[in-house]
């Protein structure tokens, strides 16, 4: 099995960082880590080349769709920023495109696991957090498997503030 751990933070070592970094050291698969700040990942342009082979955009996303497509469960992280995840989520979300036009590539059959972080220290986002199950996860084919949502976190990195959450994802991890 094989588990691919994709952070959606701006921030090396964040909370979502931190989060990610202890589900895959707790997951007994073999595991792949990207930190999306670090990748050059530009938006689709719906030129739909992808209908008939890979993106034609010069960049990491045809490598990261790659390692998604091989992973057997994605473990997605993102802070929400202003209610939303952050642009470096949702442009490899949106990248998703290439497959959903494609029909040699499927995400159908694949488990999800959610990390979200935000400052709020009440559950306002819910709804939203929620939504991911919808769309784009479920409408790719893919299960959410499980979810933690650090609420009142921000202080970067700081596994003391975290170290619930941590637990949390670790039981996440435990049960794949």
């Known amino acids: 099995m094989k588990v691919l751990g994709i952070v959606g ?11 990610v970094k202890e589900f895959l050291d707790a997951v007994d698969a073999d595991t792949e880590y990207i930190f999306l700040n670090h990748k050059k990942l530009f938006g689709c342009n719906a030129c739909m080349a992808c209908e008939e082979g890979d993106c034609v ?11 998604l497509l091989d992973a057997d ?3 997605f992280s993102s802070p929400i920023y202003y209610g939303q995840i952050t642009a470096q989520a ?3 979300i949106d990248r998703f495109y290439q497959i959903s036009r494609n029909e040699n590539k499927s995400l159908e059959g694949k488990k999800v696991v959610t990390i979200f972080t935000q400052a709020q220290p009440e559950n306002v986002f819910e709804e939203y957090i929620d939504s ?3 769309m ?8 959410v498997i499980g979810n933690v949502t650090a609420m ?13 959450y941590i637990d949390e994802v670790k039981e996440i991890a435990s049960k794949i």
């Open 90 to 92: 949702k442009t490899f």
């Open 9 to 19: 933070s701006p921030r090396k070592d964040g909370n979502c960082d931190v989060l």
């Open 152 to 164: 009142g976190t921000q202080g970067k990195g700081d596994k003391d503030e975290l170290q619930k």
């Open 132 to 134: 991911f199950k919808k």
């Open 73 to 75: 469960v994605l473990v």
């Open 136 to 143: 784009p996860f479920g409408y790719m084919g893919m299960e």
């Open 57 to 67: 955009i010069d960049d990491d996303g045809n490598d990261i769709i790659k390692s």
